[in-house]
Nanobody, 124 residues
Framework: QVELVESGGDLVQPGGSLRLSCVVSGGIFGTNAMGWFRQAPGKQRDMGAIIPNARNTGYINYADSVKGRFTASIDNAKKMVYLQMNTLKPEDTAVYYC???????????????WGQGTTVTVSS
């Protein structure tokens, strides 16, 4: 049973920083993309930061709204993905979801998996 569990969401003042973590557990035979989506109140879920190839973190795709402020990273040995968020703004308030494309059998294909979400609130 594959599970993605996020942590690190909190209430923070504008201009502050937070680091989100996500651990992937369960039987995994391969990892493709990993990253973070977010869903603000009353809005659709949007991409925040995606690492298209977990084995090559040299390229990361960021939403324009977070470029220069957020940094995604992966620790493959620990099966964890992180999101360092700096200079937070009230419009960053959202539920943040961990995302991973995983293969759970030797011959299967990659499928998308989601965490349950962690809430980030940016407010003074």
């Amino acid at each position: 049973q594959v599970e993605l569990v996020e942590s690190g969401g909190d209430l923070v003042q504008p201009g502050g920083s937070l680091r989100l973590s996500c651990v992937v557990s369960g039987g995994i035979f391969g990892t493709n993309a990993m990253g973070w989506f977010r869903q603000a109140p009353g809005k659709q879920r949007d991409m925040g930061a995606i690492i298209p190839n977990a084995r090559n973190t040299g390229y990361i795709n960021y939403a324009d709204s977070v470029k220069g402020r957020f940094t995604a990273s992966i620790d493959n040995a620990k099966k964890m993905v992180y999101l360092q968020m700096n200079t937070l703004k009230p419009e960053d308030t959202a539920v943040y979801y961990c995302y991973a494309e995983l293969k759970t059998t030797m011959v299967g294909s990659y499928r998308p998996y989601w965490g349950q979400g962690t809430t980030v609130t940016v407010s003074s």
